[in-house]
């Protein structure tokens, strides 16, 4: 028998998770309380089914996959529904989170008596059927059980280690290529106020033609994302707390997307500024 999946909640990566598991035909269950009608109409097209909390902890599979700054608060609100349900659903959390914070998750988690998987996503949004998705990056006991999904359209990968593997890795693959896209952002930006934003690109295009490149695909499409990765530059601060420079260039790339989204819903002159330094070599 198939298992039913609850993907929590439809944002656009959850959506799309969804929709590959409904696609390869899982009933895919979802909480729609509260959201916005764009929601609700993202979460029927993907195929997924309304349900309440208490439904959702009748599930074989919980995955939570939101803003990294609501995970714990999800497993909280689920928490009552979870203890009384005798399912026992595995919960997968799937968020950017630190090790420190899935932790917390997993505190939260274990008196339930549910199982809980550590998740990390890496990649974009899966198309509904056949293509490339994201990769799902798990660790702890029960990620081989999470790892049954694979049948169902998604592309698991158990790691070794501990509990929090995955959101370690998670953690350093973002915090160097999310990192890395702020680092740049900044410098394009500081070369457009000084006056030798021409110089500079012929430059990267003569001398890094790959790394400009990747920087004109990536940062093109950052200024709308920017708001998310604000809280998970925070989670990757926190991951390498231990080394008190790091902590504060990841606290200071959390600053720099604040203020790019602020840029992107406001006079968007930062924003305009960047993308017209990537759009250097297109035809107007």
Known sequence: MNPVVAVVAPGMMGAAVGGRLAAHGLKVLTS?????????????????????????????????????????????????????????????????????????????????????VDAGIIGSPPPPKEGKGPKFYASGTHAPRFAELKNFGLDVRVLSGPLTAASAMKMSYAGITKGTQALAAVMMLAATRGGTADALFAELKDSQPQMLAYMQRSLSIMPPKAYRWVAEMHEIADFVSEDPAGHELYSGAAHFYEQVARDFESDKKDVTALLAFLNKDKPA
């Not at 399912?87 to 968020?95: Q, S």
């Open 32 to 116: 729609l309380t509260g959201r916005s009608a764009e929601t609700v109409a993202r979460a029927k097209t993907a195929g997924l089914s309304a349900a309440s909390d208490e439904e959702i902890a009748a599930s074989d599979f919980i995955l939570s996959i939101l803003p990294p700054g609501d995970a714990v608060a999800l497993a909280q609100r689920f928490a009552p529904a979870l203890t009384a349900s005798n399912a026992k659903p595995v919960f997968v959390d799937c968020n950017a989170i630190s090790p420190q914070t899935a932790e917390r998750v997993a505190a939260v988690v274990a008196p339930t008596g549910s199982p809980f």
